[in-house]
């Protein structure tokens, strides 16, 4: 289970263990944050939503693709959804590889498709509203229903 | 029957998080089109879709059984 | 305490939790674990050595400089000495920053730093031998005695 | 009085962890060269030099109590 939807607390060790191996020298983790604000806006807390079991196959996917990249790698994905608090943590992903720079592309690359690809949706709530943050500004388009399958790092 | 699911903001202008369809030899584009003049939602062309959990193009032909996602744009991470 | 040099186990928790912010919004971690394989010769276990007192005012140093570069980053370092078994933690980096990107450079920035100018030193044991681990081919020289000021990413 | 001290593959070599040296004056260079040849060591030239806990230059200038650090290429991390 390298790849999980949880409504608890992520206890980070817990992945990163899932990761750690002989054969590895180096393990990078991202930690996803609840700050409390942005672009100036003071949000109050977090809602996170996900189509559970579709996000789990496509954090899977993500992994495949890792370990087409990176084939010494090993890659663990967890995200919390419901209600977050601000420092709250809602998504760790840890990947061990034998050398430091694998360890840190092949982080990267993930973040970046999970932004992409996994059905999660957030909702910010400030005192005076809420939204759900997505592309509201309608500046993506899929023409063809579905996403490129392509490798962004921004 | 086609069981379509709606997550996020699309959930919320349509009031319901699933709806069913009969539209099996449909195309997703026609769905799209009918759900969209039924709940009067206009900004489908940003929603991606899926079907029983795979990404699908706008073409793909529905059959019956078949769970539909309609997936605006995601902000996971 | 955001600088440390320990002989016991690095509690990874811990030191994520000194860069946890609520301006925050990325965690990165890299976490140096004791690889059994380099290079096809098999380690057994390692040695660290520090020249303890210089190595955490030169931990602290490479924070002073990703504060000036990530003004918002916060970060902690703790190196393990002492022996080490294979999987075992040697160095943990957390450095948290609002946005992603920053967390990542940073991160690499910070271990591409230690291994230039932290005084500390691994030996390899294998089963027919051990050596000091640094430049035993000699292929850098320090004309002046020191290390340049410059920045590294490899 | 200047105490001198050695880490790692150095500290083998040498065989103690410090020495103390009667150098007072006199540069790191003179100091490395004077190590070199008492103790037989002949890579100083990639081994950096710290004066109480800061890395110093070779025309560094030694004062009495100064504490030395020879430090060869680091391998932490």
């Given at each position: 289970?390298?790849?999980?939807?949880?409504?608890?607390a992520?206890?980070?060790?817990?992945?990163?263990?899932?990761?750690?191996?002989r054969?590895?020298?180096?393990?990078?983790?991202?930690?996803?944050?609840?700050?409390e604000m942005?672009?100036?806006?003071?949000?109050?807390?977090?809602?996170?939503?996900a189509?559970?079991?579709?996000?789990?196959?496509?954090l899977?996917?993500i992994?495949?693709?890792?370990?087409?990249?990176?084939?010494?790698s090993?890659?663990?994905?967890?995200?919390r959804?419901?209600?977050l608090?601000i420092t709250?943590?809602a998504?760790?992903?840890a990947i061990?590889?034998?050398?430091?720079n694998d360890a840190?592309?092949a982080?990267?690359?993930?973040?970046?498709?999970?932004?992409?690809i996994?059905?999660?949706w957030?909702?910010?709530?400030?005192?005076?509203?809420?939204e759900?943050?997505?592309?509201?500004?309608?500046t993506?388009?899929?023409?063809?229903?579905?996403?490129?399958?392509?490798e962004?790092?921004? | 029957?086609?069981?379509?699911?709606?997550f996020?903001?699309l959930?919320?202008?349509?009031g319901?998080?699933?709806?069913?369809?009969?539209?099996?030899?449909?195309?997703?584009?026609?769905?799209?089109?009918?759900?969209s003049?039924?709940?009067k939602?206009?900004?489908?062309h940003?929603?991606?879709?899926?079907?029983?959990?795979?990404?699908?193009?706008e073409?793909?032909?529905?059959?019956?059984?078949?769970?539909?996602?309609?997936?605006?744009?995601?902000?996971g991470?």
């Open positions: 289970m390298n790849y999980e939807i949880t409504r608890n992520i206890d980070i060790q817990e992945v990163i263990d899932k990761v750690i191996s054969n590895a020298g180096a393990v990078t983790t991202f930690i996803g944050t609840v700050r942005t672009y100036g806006k003071k949000t109050l807390y977090l809602y996170y939503e189509y559970e079991t579709m996000a789990v196959k496509k899977e996917g992994g495949r693709e890792i370990k087409e990249r990176w084939p010494e090993i890659t663990a994905i967890t995200h959804v419901g209600k608090e709250d943590t998504v760790v992903i061990s590889t034998p050398h430091r840190y592309e982080n990267r690359y993930a973040i970046e498709r999970i932004k992409e996994v059905p999660i957030k909702k910010e709530i400030w005192e005076d509203g809420e759900w943050i997505g592309n509201q500004k309608e993506v388009a899929y023409p063809k229903g579905k996403p490129e399958e392509k962004i790092y921004d | 029957m086609i069981k379509v699911l709606f996020a903001h959930k919320d202008s349509i319901a998080d699933s709806i069913t369809l009969q539209m099996s030899g449909e195309s997703i584009s026609s769905l799209k089109k009918a759900i003049e039924q709940y939602v206009d900004s489908l940003t929603v991606m879709a899926a079907v029983n959990e795979e990404f699908a193009d073409s793909t032909i529905l059959a019956d059984g078949d769970i539909v996602a309609l997936i605006p744009p995601v902000s991470g």
